[in-house]
């Protein structure tokens, strides 16, 4: 009678299965945290950007408003000095 052993193959989870999954879990934990970082990170560079775009209109604004004064001003400066003028 011949013995016959057979090797018992085992069905479960083994250590380095776990080892893997742990690692990929790992992996995908640090690249979602880096674009998460980054993403909000760009947020706060565009808040700071657009706030600074919004100056800028308003200063372009207000010297094109400022120009006008001026121009009003010198208008008024010569009408005003020709006047005079021709008065006396």
């Not at 209109?57 to 010297?63: I, N």
């Not at 400022?66 to 005079?84: C, G, S």
């Amino acid at each position: 009678m011949t013995s016959k052993k057979h090797k018992v193959q085992e069905n479960g989870i083994t250590f380095g299965m776990v080892s893997v999954i742990f690692m990929a879990v790992s992996i995908v934990l640090i690249l979602a945290m880096i674009k998460i970082y980054l993403s909000n990170q760009i947020y706060y560079e565009s808040k700071i950007v657009n706030k600074i775009q919004r100056e800028v209109a308003a200063l372009k604004a207000e010297e094109v408003m400022l120009k006008q004064n001026v121009e009003a001003l010198k208008f008024k400066n010569e009408v005003t000095d020709t006047i005079f003028v021709i008065q006396n």
